[in-house]
Nanobody
């Protein structure tokens, strides 16, 4: 089992920045990919960004490209999402996810289904 705990988030004005972090514990050696997803009120959960745990390759949703940066610290078993130039439409609950063998194809990174482990989520609110 892998446990994921998010931190960060909060309230920020449009154009501002926030950073959310996710600390992994447990059987972290089984992690192949870690990702961030978000769910806005009344909407389905959507992919934001992912990072391969070993090589550090990164993947972004179009909405995140150029504004968000995902990074990892393998020594601390953490993954961070730096969010800049935030917009009101970025308001959502942001959840960290981790997965292993089910994420054998990078095309799978963008779907929430292959991720086996999830954090509890952290609220990000961007005011206009």
């Amino acid at each position: 089992q892998v446990q994921l705990v998010e931190s960060g988030g909060g309230l920020v004005q449009a154009g501002g920045s926030l950073r959310v972090s996710c600390a992994a514990s447990g059987l972290t050696f089984s992690i192949k990919v870690m990702g961030w997803f978000r769910r806005a009120p009344g909407k389905e959960r959507e992919f934001v960004a992912a990072i391969s745990w070993s090589g550090g390759s990164t993947y972004y949703a179009d909405s995140a490209k150029g504004r968000f940066t995902i990074s990892r610290d393998n020594a601390k078993n953490t993954v961070n999402l730096q969010m800049n130039s935030l917009k009101p439409e970025d308001t959502a609950v942001y959840s960290c996810a981790a997965g292993g063998s089910a994420l054998w194809d990078t095309r799978n990174y963008y779907s929430d289904k292959p991720y086996a482990y999830w954090g509890q989520g952290t609220q990000v609110t961007v005011s206009s």
